[in-house]
């Protein structure tokens, strides 16, 4: 079993649609998860970060946690084309004596126009 | 500024050669890691460090080495034991691995080329 893992897309939505993304994860003990976005050739940037259950928002950026449940998920509201990327999901684990932050494969957002 | 600094951009290396990809950052961050994206697909973990002479083998170890003698400075070299090392190369640090501000912050990357 994958430690994290994401539907790799792509997920295709109209401009000014909502994109939801998700993530779920093996490790119950992480505390930390990270939403990044990769766009092509570049290096990741961090979009948003959340350690606790319930929502968060940033914008028109929202992230959820179920801890219960190991899911964690990021929302993109008004979704515009320049929002086309790999959205990458991030968890800090404690493993082997010591902290990972490990990522799922990533999911390709496609917004037409 | 503060940030990681990540070099060359572009690297090339002949078969059965050794290369080693720079990484430096002045944030003062505690922890650095090593992963390795190859197309399409997402990160993988080759080593990290959470303090200076220290650290631990990740999921594709094999073919890779660090070394960790400056807080500031995580090289890696691509081994020729690596058979197949053609990938973009990703250093990121975080300030302290053990606590909850655990948000990585990434180099610009160095794409690798077998030739």
């Known amino acids: 079993q994958k430690e994290v893992e994401q539907n790799s897309g792509p997920l295709s939505v109209p401009e000014g649609a909502i994109a939801s993304l998700n993530c779920t994860y093996s490790?119950?003990?992480?505390?930390?998860f990270f939403w990044y976005r990769q766009y092509s050739g570049k290096s990741p940037e961090l979009i948003m970060f959340?350690?606790?259950?319930g929502d968060k928002e940033d914008g028109r950026f929202t992230a959820q946690l179920n801890k219960a449940s190991q899911y964690v998920s990021l929302l993109i509201r008004d979704s515009q084309p320049s929002d086309s990327a790999t959205y990458l999901c991030?968890?800090?684990?404690?493993?082997?004596?010591?902290?990972?932050?490990?990522f799922g494969s990533g999911t390709r957002l496609l917004v037409r126009p | 500024d503060g940030g990681i600094t990540q070099s060359p951009k572009y690297l090339f290396r002949k078969e059965g050669q050794n290369v080693t990809l720079s990484c430096e950052q002045n944030?003062?961050?505690?922890?650095m890691y090593w992963y390795r994206q190859d197309p399409g697909q997402g990160l993988r973990l080759i080593y990290y460090s959470q303090i200076v002479n220290d650290f631990q083998k990740g999921d594709i170890a094999e073919g890779y080495s660090v070394s960790r003698e400056k807080k500031e400075s995580f090289p890696l070299t691509v081994t020729s034991a690596q058979k197949n090392p053609t990938a973009f190369y990703l250093c990121?640090?975080?300030?302290?691995?053990?606590?909850?501000?655990?948000?990585?912050?990434f180099g610009q990357g160095t794409r690798l080329t077998v030739v």
């Open positions: 490790d119950r003990g992480s505390q930390s």
């Open positions: 991030a968890v800090n684990s404690w493993l082997d004596s010591s902290y990972k932050l490990i």
């Open positions: 990121a640090s975080i300030k302290t691995p053990d606590g909850l501000n655990t948000e990585a912050f």
């Open positions: 944030l003062n961050h505690d922890a």
């Open positions: 959340i350690y606790s259950n």
